[in-house]
Structure formats: structure tokens, C-alpha cells
């Protein structure tokens, strides 16, 4: 069965640091997300993107954060000057768009942890 | 605000059924859906509700009332391997919005 890969699964940076973090979606899936789930809490939406631009940002994802679609797989998160409070685990979605009956598959996840 | 609220732990033993409810509100809606999360992995989708009433699959059934904001995730003849957590997730134009998670142990 096809699945979302994220890499690396553990990513330690220092606080200030530029992080990416990487996702290779379902191959024909059309919509792409990030989530994060900090220790013991839910899971936070951050960004939705589709046709190659965000359709949907939280609160969460302000001018440190951005997403990019480099090359037809690759889906990446960037966080330009990382927090303390930016660690969590970061989950990367994808679903086909075939309506809002079609599940999100998510990756195993990339732990971040800042120091 | 948006909020999805369910309880925090429910413990159970093999074979038994537990219940775990979801009770929401949030600005938008097209259905919802139920994830299952072990620790240290992905959430994983189980089931999803659009309209009113129960939709089963296998082991699990999850139902919805849309008046009542209003749902539940029904998990019969427990197993060692359903200790978890479980999150109702709405979904709202095409995000997600997660509740707080409800972990299941089940004892032998």
C-alpha cells in the first residue's frame, strides 16, 4: 500500500537555526498538509496546500514557517529561526481530493527537538 | 472558538466494548472523522461520518448526530493491540481539526 514518507525522523537543531523537514506524499494525491503534535497533546493543523499554493494556514504557521512543492514529490517545511516551542512532531498529509469522504494519510512523523 | 472535547482515558479489559465520545463545535463542518494514534506513530483514519446515523466497519463503528454535535467511536471485542489513543477529528473546509484524545488501555 503507498504511504507518506517524511525524513529525517528525529531532527535535533539549536534554538535560531533553520530546520527542514521533508515529505514524499502519495504519488497521486493532490492535496498536502503539516501537522504537529507537541508531547501528550492533539494534533495541530498547520498549513494546507493544493495546485502549488497554501489554500489554508492556523495561526500557528506565521513568517517563520513556509512550505514548498520543489519538484513533483517532495513537499517541505521550513522553519526559519526555530523556537524552543517549536518542538514537537511534525506530521506531513496527503489526500487524493476525491471529496471530503477520502481520508488524510499521514507519515510516521519527523521529531524536532530544539536545544 | 473551535473545540472538540473527549475524554481523556478509558480503560477496558479483552473482549469487552468500550464507547469513547466526542462532542464538538466549531465554525465549520463537512464530517467526522476518528484517528488512531499509537504511541510514537501516525494517526491512522478508522472511520468517517458525513451524515447522521452509524457507519460500521469491522470491529469498529462510529456514529454521528448532527444536531446534537455529537459523536462516538465504537470498538468491540477489544484487543491487547486497540490500546491507543484516539482522536475525533472534524473536517473543516479540507483541514482537520483534531479533539484532545481519549487513550484506551485494555488489560488481558
Known amino acids: 500500500e503507498p504511504e507518506v514518507t517524511q525524513t529525517p525522523s528525529h531532527q535535533v537543531t539549536q534554538m535560531g537555526q533553520e530546520v527542514i523537514l521533508r515529505c514524499v506524499p502519495i504519488?497521486?494525491?493532490?492535496?498536502f498538509y503539516w501537522y504537529r503534535q507537541i508531547l501528550g497533546q492533539k494534533v495541530e493543523f498547520l498549513v494546507s496546500f493544493y495546485n502549488n499554493e497554501i489554500s489554508e494556514k492556523s495561526e500557528i504557521f506565521d513568517d517563520q514557517f513556509s512550505v514548498e512543492r520543489p519538484d513533483g514529490s517532495n513537499f517541505t517545511l521550513k522553519i526559519r529561526s526555530t523556537k524552543l516551542e517549536d518542538s514537537a512532531m511534525y506530521f506531513c498529509a496527503s489526500e487524493d481530493g476525491g471529496g471530503s469522504n477520502q481520508p488524510q494519510h499521514f507519515g510516521d512523523g519527523t521529531r524536532l527537538s530544539i536545544l | 472558538g473551535q473545540s472538540l472535547e473527549q475524554p481523556s482515558e478509558v480503560t477496558a479489559v479483552e473482549g469487552a466494548i468500550v464507547q469513547i465520545n466526542c462532542t464538538y463545535q466549531t465554525s465549520g463542518f463537512y464530517g467526522l472523522s476518528w484517528y488512531q494514534q499509537h504511541d510514537g506513530g501516525a494517526p491512522t483514519f478508522l472511520s468517517y461520518n458525513a451524515l447522521d446515523g452509524l457507519e460500521e466497519t469491522g470491529r469498529f463503528s462510529s456514529f454521528l448526530s448532527r444536531s446534537d454535535s455529537y459523536g462516538y467511536l465504537l470498538l468491540q471485542e477489544l484487543q491487547m493491540k486497540d490500546s491507543a489513543s484516539y482522536f475525533c477529528?472534524?473536517?473543516?473546509?479540507?483541514?482537520?481539526?483534531f479533539g484532545t484524545g481519549t487513550r484506551l488501555q485494555v488489560f488481558p
Open positions: 504519488s497521486n494525491h493532490l492535496y
Open positions: 477529528a472534524v473536517i473543516n473546509t479540507d483541514k482537520l481539526i
